[in-house]
């Protein structure tokens, strides 16, 4: 693949397999730095050693000899077809503007093609616009499922109250959109405005007390094209106004099962400058019509 491929970066980071026992001790430790409330499911260092030699692909970003980002992935089966699942992307904090976490997936996906196999599954929390934009927009992984409360409560001080939904994507790696996503190719700025504007809203908002916008209804999707909004700052929500976080989470909850329900696929993601303020949405398109082509909407 032209322009993302590890190959044909340049020279800031490198990418390899990790393969030195202190190579994974400090994946193992990257992974709790970097992923926070969610470092309970960062994987240890023996399990990357055993995912590594059977079939797994445990891939770090380089920058010097300085772990930057890893990507951990094994083979999953479920029933029918041979896929990779994608346990955890990780990356330092002071990394996370130099795109190591794109960057890794692309490798991740060069690796699991030269491995022979054409699909990458995971999930990610719904309601956090990096995971969504890197997932979707970037990325082109499809979503085709909601699962609510996946990990249960994890264990800790922070994993307490805390709902573990995850939103399911499938990305298929020889796919024409994934090839073009890859390499820079997505809907421009005016095109996303206008398909937003002509979309219904599954989530409604309103400004909070704190001046960062909640959810006040939920409906059902309507017409040819859709919207779903979720927090733009997820980190600046739970600091000045953590009650509205639960509140978030029940409205993308309910709004992907409306959705889902009743056919709607999620096709981009994306943040439009609306009022002076930027909002993240995801971007869905009504079921084909038995027959008909089904409509590109802004792919």
Do not use: C
């Not at 955890?88 to 794109?102: C, I, S």
């Not at 939103?167 to 937003?196: F, I, M």
């Amino acid at each position: 693949m032209a322009g993302l491929s590890a190959a044909g970066r340049p020279s800031d980071f490198a990418f390899r397999r990790l393969a030195k026992p202190e190579e994974l001790r400090n994946a193992e430790e990257l992974q709790r730095e970097a992923l926070g409330d969610d470092a309970p499911l960062a994987v240890p260092a023996p399990l990357l050693r055993l995912l590594q030699d059977n079939g797994g692909l445990v891939l770090g970003a380089f920058a010097d000899i300085y772990l930057a980002g890893v990507t951990v992935s094994s083979i999953g089966w479920d029933g029918s077809t041979l896929y990779h699942l994608s346990h955890v992307t990780a990356v330092r904090p002071e990394y996370r503007n130099h795109r190591v976490g794109l960057r890794l997936k692309a490798y991740q996906r060069d690796e699991v093609l030269r491995l022979g196999l054409s699909e990458v599954r995971w999930g990610f929390d719904p309601v956090y616009r990096p995971s969504a934009s890197l997932a979707v927009r970037r990325l082109g992984a499809v979503p085709d499922g909601f699962l609510a409360g996946y990990f249960g409560q994890l264990a800790g001080a922070a994993g307490a109250g805390r709902e573990t939904d995850r939103l399911h994507v499938r990305w298929p790696l020889a796919s024409p959109d994934v090839e073009r996503r890859l390499t820079g190719e997505a809907p421009d700025p005016a095109t996303v405005a206008r398909r937003h504007a002509a979309s219904s809203a599954i989530v409604e908002t309103e400004t909070g007390d704190s001046g960062l916008r909640v959810p006040t209804a939920v409906g059902e999707p309507s017409g040819p094209s859709a919207q779903l909004e979720v927090p733009f700052d997820l980190a600046s929500l739970q600091s000045h106004e953590p009650g509205a976080v639960r509140r978030w989470r029940h409205a993308v909850r309910d709004g992907f099962r409306a959705a889902f329900d009743l056919g709607y696929v999620v096709d981009d993601f994306a943040v439009v400058p609306l009022a002076h303020e930027r909002r993240s949405f995801y971007l869905l398109r009504a079921p084909a019509v038995p027959g008909t082509a089904p409509s590109p909407a802004g792919r």
